[in-house]
């Protein structure tokens, strides 16, 4: 059974850091992209960043660069986003995905097969 679970969220304060995790079973996913996605209440789910299957490439949306830092360990299966600086609009549901495919960078939600339950970050203002 494939299982993708984050962890790391949490309460803090604008300007203060956070680091997801997000912890993979279930099958090899050495070969596939990896991204972090986030969901504000009332809003849609929207792309964060990703990361390609060796790690050698990633991509953010423009809100979050220089902030945010999304990484991987392969051998240890688990995804992370460093998050720095934090806003209050940072606020919201993340999860992690992983999808298999041939493009870069891989940003559409249907891009990706496999989600998290997701973790909640709230930033007091």
């Known amino acids: 059974q494939v299982q993708l679970v984050e962890s790391g969220g949490g309460l803090v304060q604008a300007g203060g850091s956070l680091r997801l995790s997000c912890t993979t079973s279930?099958?090899?996913?050495?070969?596939?992209?990896m991204g972090w996605f986030r969901q504000a209440p009332g809003k849609e789910r929207e792309f964060v960043a990703c990361?390609?299957?060796?790690?050698?490439?990633?991509y953010y949306t423009d809100s979050v660069k220089g902030r945010l830092t999304i990484s991987r360990a392969s051998v240890q299966n688990t995804l992370y986003l460093q998050m720095n600086s934090l806003k209050p609009e940072d606020t919201a549901v993340y999860y992690c995905?992983?999808?298999?495919?041939?493009?870069?960078?891989?940003?559409?939600?249907?891009?990706?097969?496999?989600w998290g339950q997701g973790t909640q970050v709230t930033v007091s203002s």
């Open positions: 995905a992983a999808g298999l495919s041939r493009q870069w960078p891989v940003v559409a939600r249907a891009q990706y097969n496999y």
């Open positions: 990361i390609s299957g060796i790690g050698n490439m990633t």
């Open positions: 279930g099958r090899t996913f050495s070969n596939y992209a």
